[in-house]
């Protein structure tokens, strides 16, 4: 099994209808993150969590909420989706040194029409 | 601004090649630096970090960090078509992370 599991791996969805991705680790990791990927622009952090208690906005939040269920889960809920928000989504993991680098898991292809 | 700068490419080069990939980055905050390989329709896959200045190898891969410049560099040896891949760089400090682009990189047979 994968380190970091993602679900669903594709989604086609409606403008305006609430969608949720969900991440899980096995890495025992305290910190994950949520992450969206768009052509010429990059990796973009939407939401950041370094333990069950603690929850934090990234540069992108608009439009997205979090919820950290466990220290292994890990979910991002978009309201009312739009089509800006189609793009390839990440959850990633680390330890409390994240300058040794993060745990992708192998991302939600999510198109908005 | 973006805090780390990364040319997109794309890059083709023949097989057995050296391959140079190359960001800059302007937060002085950044201690760790990393590469990242991502192949078409995948997560990002750490390759290696490297803390401070100073050079680092895993095999056919060199990754090198010039703080004074703030000038970060991967290096490929005797590149083969399965290293095709798009290449990230990163910055981590004071609890943040910053992703460059990604560089597209083609070896072609």
């Known amino acids: 099994d994968a380190d970091v599991t993602q679900t669903p791996r594709n989604r086609i969805t409606k403008t305006g209808k609430r969608i949720m991705l969900e991440c899980s680790q096995t890495?025992?990791?305290?910190?994950m993150y949520w992450y969206r990927q768009d052509p010429g622009l990059g990796l973009r952090l939407i939401y950041y969590s370094f333990d069950v208690k603690d929850i934090n906005k990234g540069e992108i939040s608009d439009g997205y909420s979090v919820s950290r269920q466990a220290q292994a889960k890990f979910s991002l809920s978009l309201e009312s989706a739009i089509p800006n928000q189609t793009a390839l989504y990440f959850c990633a993991t680390s330890d409390s040194t994240g300058g040794y680098g993060y745990t992708f898991g192998s991302g939600t292809r999510l198109t908005v029409v | 601004q973006k805090e780390v700068e990364q040319d997109p490419g794309p890059l083709s080069v023949p097989e057995g090649a050296i391959v140079s990939l190359n960001c800059t980055y302007s937060n002085s905050a950044f201690q760790y630096f990393m590469w990242y390989r991502q192949y078409s329709r995948k997560g990002p896959e750490l390759l290696m970090y490297t803390y401070s200045s100073g050079n680092k190898e895993d095999g056919r891969f060199t990754a090198q960090v010039d703080k004074s410049s703030k000038y970060i560099s991967l290096f490929i040896r005797d590149s083969q078509p399965s290293d095709s891949a798009t290449y990230l760089c990163?910055?981590?400090?004071?609890?943040?992370?910053?992703f460059g682009a990604g560089t597209r990189l083609t070896v072609k047979p």
């Open positions: 990163a910055s981590w400090g004071d609890n943040d992370m910053r």
């Open positions: 890495k025992g990791h305290d910190r």
